[in-house]
């Protein structure tokens, strides 16, 4: 690799002569517009940028975005990136993935990429929907969803991505969607200055298949009033008016709380996202879904003080040279009891 | 060396073979590496067949609890362990039950005289105890207290009685070098070193390896001692190797002869997980080992670490091959140099997992969805594995395509002296990463390998996207486009096919025309051979040809069947280099087939090929 000085990277140096082939109306236009305009910010040349995909709509990312990129096969998008970030850490590597493809069959490459903190950028597209086989229940849709694969209802309990990623103890994790640009960006910025894995669910219309996935949320009038944006040290407030927050209970679980009469912003949780334990993230993870409580968006986790796996693996190797000494082939042919035959 | 005195009589011998049979726990495998490294040092020519269970521990004393550990050694050349043994050494009545079958009339039967008790016969399920009635009759048997003398020996230790126990196979073990008048040198410079942080264990190891040896002397119990001279070898140094050795010290070597990191991705598996564990040493060498969550993520890894430059590979045995197929169907697809091992076993599904078979070869050509062609190699004894796989290496890199090996449970483990190569005799292997972004198209190819610039992440000017949707030729853009496709099928099985410009002409050993032609591969290479050798020392005009490259296979083969007037494929499967010989070559070749989970029997192969001749 060369270390000359960086040649400054505008937008369309991301761009691909590709047609881009996601329907119209898609969520995923908003995510690639977002990559292809923090990608030039990060003082990355462009040709240490890799994108590995798996399959699914979401996967299709790498082809428009002109940079190395790999559209592996389904599920395994995780260890193909874990391949190259072994041999190759100082590339950048990204990872697009869909809530099918990361959860369902590359659920378990998921999580131990994720345990083992490589230094790999995830960002899993949640449209709580199979959009590439046409309308399939995912792991993440909602119990009793009715799909074409499911027309009573499905009957499985979804996953909640942040809180699996947070399970895994994950050491970035963030959520944010795809129609808040400014707020995706910012989410994008902080994932690419993270050292370990860094998970971004980043919530995803389809506006084919499942129309509508994040309405609850989304609508302007609902935004503020069901949405909670988590901030490093600032306190857990929400509301149109700013005038909901969430307060420890003595049991250790939180609940939501008016402020005002008598309750104020002093009696709020402020927000550590770098508390090296994953507990206190896990209980906001859980928050959506429990009467009352907001959907938490923003960063979850970010507690960087972790080794990555690439480093640990070639740092051991150094090590290894440096007290061995560069192996020497013809010692190595050698090893053990030889003899001579005459 | 020690001479024995006194009344004994030495006797000198071309060969002999020798079985040490136990529990899983007395430690037989290491009894008998430890007597098959001595007499390899000490220039035999060798050839072994360890033989245990999946379980690691069977219920003591029971018939699934068996190990065995057979050795075939010689002062000419060895290419079998042997069909039947000259000594057995069993450590109790289930092994005797077991492995009594293989002994020859009025060979040597060492036996722990203390473990047949009324309990231990009936765990082994045996009714009435062999060394009171006439089962052994026709054998020279030697019954000997090995418990006891052990604990008599190691007395003064302090040890507890399980571990004094423990080390009655060394007290066997010292029998026997009494008995082929070998050094124990060796086996004490491998105690020392394995039990170097536990020395009390060290001495009581070595106390009860020369206890045995003294036993003999003194008790002069056997009358008899044999000498069996060194081989005459192809000059060189040589150091004794096993399958999975080989092939791990192959890699290191074809990586550091293509000035590439290696890295392999693995998950353990039944008998492949000692690659893990060998190249995992090696890291003074750069090698990057990665222990993958499953075997999917152990192939994949590969696939990333090719795409990026590594010289990158898995191992596994055909449970994981199964999992692995789909990825290596995106190997082929993003033509990425990646080399899967597969250590065959007995299958399907888990199968015999430590038992060896030969049944994955359709598999390696034929398991993927599509039309997906896979060059295929198979090394033909353990030292061969490290030449196949500087082969698979090679050809991995040249032409941009994933290579499998078969190698199995026999070659795995089995063990044979090699002779060293120096580094410099070993050509290097020529590699280029793509730099030059000049006219560069991802899949561009070299007219002659047909192969695709391998353009790794970093290079400036070569950003380019793969996967595994359909490409268009040159460019490499995704293409749906039913004649593109054909195209593009065309030139993944073409580029398979040039590799047989590398490939020299096959040479059946023995008659180069006549009645009858065996092909094999694999491993049984040695005991085709063998057999092949004493029945062209009769005068059957008969031939050899043992296959190492399966895809392709070699350019002038179809001319060589024809040059016979039968042809015969023995393998241990039901039959499926057969099936692809008779689909190719339209040959009425037939086949032998043995699906025991045990390598063919020299007499075995002989007694087919008089069949076939109608002897």
Known sequence: MTTTALPPLTRKDFQTDQEVRWCPGCGDYAILAAVQSVFPELGVRRENFVIISGIGCSSRF?????????????????????????????LEVWMVTGDGDALAIGGNHTIHLLRRNVGIKVLLFNNRIYGLTKGQYSPTSEFQKVTKSTPYGSPDRPFNPISLAIGAEATFVARSVDI?????????R????????AFVEILQNCNIFNDGAWTGITEKDARSERVIQLEHAKPLIFGKNRDKGIRRKPDGDIEVVPLGNGISESDLIVHDAHHPRPSYAFLLSHMEGRPGFPTPIGFLRAWDDLPRYEDVVNEQVAAIIQQKGPGNLNKLLRGGDVWEVK | MDIPSGKTRREVLDQAVIRFAGDSGDGMQITGSQFTNTVAIYGNDIATFPDFPAEIRAPAGTVPGVSGFQLNFSSGEVYTPGDSVDVLVAMNPAALKVNLADL???GILIVNSDSFEEADLRKAHVTSNPLEDNTLDKFRVFPVELQRLTRTALQHLGLDAKSMDRCKNFFALGMCYWLYNRSMEPTVRWIDDKFSKKPLLAEANKLALKAGYSYCEATEAFQISY????????PGTYRNLSGNQALAIGFVTAAQKAGLKLFLGSYPITPASDILHELSKYKNFGVLTFQAEDEIAAVTSSIGAAYSGALALTATSGPGMALKTEAIGLAVMTELPIVICDIQRGGPSTGLPTKTEQADLLQAMFGRNSEAPVPVLAPSTP??????ALEASRIALKYMVPVIIL????????????RIPTAEEIPPIPVKFETNPEGFFPY??????????????GTPGLEHRIGGIEKQETTGNINYEPLNHEKMVRIRAAKVEAIRQDIPNVMPVGDPEGDLLLVSWGSTFGAVAQAVKEQREKGRKIAHLHLRHLNPLPGNLGDVLKRYKKVLVPELNMGQLLWMLRAKYLVDAVGLNKIQGRPFKQNELEQKIEEMLEV
């Open chain 2, 104 to 106: 020859k009339a009025n």
């Open chain 2, 407 to 418: 190698s199995d449970g026999y070659l795995a483990n089995g063990a044979e002296p090699w």
């Open chain 1, 62 to 90: 790498p082809y428009y975005m002109n940079t190395f990129g790999f559209h592996t096969i389904h599920g395994r998008a995780p260890a193909v990136a874990t391949g190259v970030k072994i041999a190759h850490p100082e």
């Open chain 2, 227 to 234: 000498e069996i001279p060194p081989a005459h070898l192809t």
């Open chain 1, 190 to 197: 902080a994932a690419a200055a993270h050292k370990g894995s």
């Open chain 2, 444 to 457: 561009k190819r070299d007219p002659q390998t047909l192969a695709r610039p391998w353009a790794i992440p």
């Open chain 2, 383 to 388: 030292g061969d594995c490290f030449w196949i």
């Open chain 1, 180 to 188: 808040f640009q400014a707020h995706l960006k910012d989410t994008l």
